[in-house]
C-alpha cells in the first residue's frame, strides 16, 4: 500500500471544510440572525430585539461564528464607547436567500396544515 493513498485527496480536504461550516451555519440562531442581517446593517443590541428568546451570549458567538466563516463583516467605529455593526456579506447574502426561502416554505406549510384544520374545525360548528 502506498502511503499516498491515505493522504486526504484536495477534494477530501474541500468537502470537509464544507462540512465545518455547514454544520457551524446549520443552528436556528444563525440562520434567524442571518435572515434578519439580510434586511439591514445593525448592532448587536438590535439584533437582540428583533429575534425574540436569544441571549446576549448566543448573538455573540453566532456572530462571530458567521464572521470566521465569511459570512458577516463586522465593523467597528473609533466612538467611545465603540460603535460596531454587522453586515453581511456577499456569501451571507446569497446564504440569505436559501434560508429566507426555507423559513417562507416553512411556514407556508405550517400554515397550511395547521389553518385548514383550524377553518375545518370553524366551518363544521357552523353547520
Known amino acids: 500500500m502506498r502511503t ?5 485527496s484536495a477534494a477530501d480536504r474541500i468537502l470537509a471544510g464544507v462540512r465545518d461550516v455547514f454544520s457551524d451555519v446549520a443552528d436556528k440562531w444563525a440562520f434567524l440572525i442571518i435572515d434578519v442581517l439580510g434586511e439591514r446593517t445593525l448592532r448587536c443590541g438590535e439584533l437582540r430585539k428583533k429575534i425574540e428568546g436569544i441571549s446576549h451570549k448566543m448573538v455573540t458567538q ?15 467605529h473609533p466612538t467611545v464607547p465603540p460603535h460596531v455593526e454587522y453586515t453581511l456579506t456577499e456569501p451571507g447574502q446569497a446564504l440569505r436567500v436559501t434560508v429566507h426561502r426555507m423559513s417562507r416554505t416553512s411556514l407556508g406549510r405550517f400554515v397550511g396544515r395547521y389553518g ?5 374545525r370553524a366551518g363544521a360548528g357552523e353547520a
Open 4 to 8: 499516498d493513498d491515505c493522504l486526504p
Open 62 to 76: 453566532n456572530l462571530r461564528m458567521l464572521e470566521r466563516n465569511g459570512l458577516v463583516e463586522r465593523s467597528v
Open 116 to 120: 385548514r384544520e383550524s377553518g375545518d
